[in-house]
C-alpha cells in the first residue's frame, strides 16, 4: 500500500538551513504537502508540489521532487526558533477523488538560538 | 469566519464509556474528515465525508461511528472506549475544487482511555 517515510528529528541552529526529507512509495502520488504543526495546534498547510515539478520556492521555503527516487524535500532558509515545530509530508493520488491524504510519522524540527 | 472547531478540547473516559468528539466548519465545505495521531506516528484517516448524508470509511475506522446531517457538522462517535484509542484526534475540512485543496484542521481533541 501508499507508505510516506520521514526522518523522525533535526536540530539546527537559528540562521541555518534546514532540510527535512520524506520518501513515499505510490509512484502515482499526484499531489505532495508539507504541513506544519506547532505545539497543542492543529495542521497548517506550509505549500505542495505537483507531481509534474522539480521545484517550486515560495518565500524562505524551497521544495524539491525527485521523482526517479521518490524523494521529497523541504528546505527552509535563515531558519528561526519560530520555524520550531512538526514538519509532516503527505500525499494524494488517483483515482481517489475523496482528497484523502497520507502522512508520514512527521520530522521534529528544533532550533536552538 | 472561526474556520473549524472541535470540542472538548481533552477528555478522560473510562474503559466501555460512549462520548461523541464535536466538529463544525463555517466554511461551506463540502468534504470533511476526521484523523487521530498517535504519539511519534503520522494521522491517520478515520472516516471522511463528501457532503452531508454522504460518510465512508478511512484506513482505521474500527471502534468509531460518524455522521453528517449538514455540511457544517461531522461528528465522530466512540461507542465502547478501549485504551486504543487513546489519542489526539483532529478534524480538517476541505473545499474540493481542485486537488491541490488544503484541508484545514481543527485544534484537535486529546482523549486518554483508562
Known amino acids: 500500500g501508499e507508505d510516506v517515510e520521514q526522518s523522525l528529528f533535526l536540530s539546527v541552529r537559528e540562521g541555518d538551513s534546514s532540510v527535512i526529507n520524506c520518501t513515499y512509495t505510490?509512484?502515482?502520488?499526484?499531489?505532495l504537502y508539507w504541513y506544519k504543526q506547532e505545539p497543542g495546534a492543529g495542521l497548517q498547510l506550509l505549500t505542495y508540489?505537483?507531481?509534474?515539478?522539480d521545484m517550486k520556492q515560495d518565500q524562505r521555503l524551497t521544495v524539491l521532487l525527485n521523482k526517479k527516487d521518490k524523494h521529497l524535500s523541504l528546505r527552509i532558509a535563515d531558519t528561526q526558533t519560530g520555524d520550531s515545530a512538526i514538519y509532516f509530508c503527505?500525499?494524494?493520488?488517483?483515482?481517489?477523488?475523496?482528497?484523502?491524504?497520507?502522512f508520514g510519522q512527521g520530522t521534529t524540527l528544533q532550533v536552538k538560538p | 469566519n472561526a474556520g473549524v472547531t472541535q470540542t472538548p478540547k481533552f477528555r478522560i473516559l473510562k474503559i466501555g464509556q460512549s462520548m461523541t468528539l464535536q466538529c463544525t466548519q463555517d466554511m461551506n465545505h463540502n468534504y470533511m474528515y476526521w484523523y487521530r495521531q498517535d504519539p511519534g506516528m503520522g494521522l491517520k484517516l478515520i472516516y471522511y465525508s463528501v457532503g452531508a448524508g454522504i460518510t465512508d470509511k478511512g484506513e482505521v475506522p474500527n471502534g468509531y461511528n460518524v455522521s453528517r446531517s449538514t455540511t457544517e457538522d461531522f461528528p465522530l462517535r466512540l461507542e465502547l472506549a478501549a485504551p486504543s484509542q487513546t489519542s489526539v484526534y483532529f478534524c480538517?475540512?476541505?473545499?474540493?475544487?481542485?486537488?491541490?485543496?488544503?484541508?484545514?484542521f481543527g485544534p484537535g481533541t486529546r482523549l486518554t482511555v483508562l
Open positions: 505510490d509512484s502515482s502520488s499526484t499531489y
Open positions: 508540489i505537483f507531481s509534474n515539478m
Open positions: 480538517a475540512s476541505s473545499p474540493r475544487t481542485g486537488w491541490a485543496d488544503t484541508q484545514y
Open positions: 503527505a500525499e494524494t493520488s488517483p483515482p481517489s477523488n475523496t482528497g484523502k491524504l497520507i
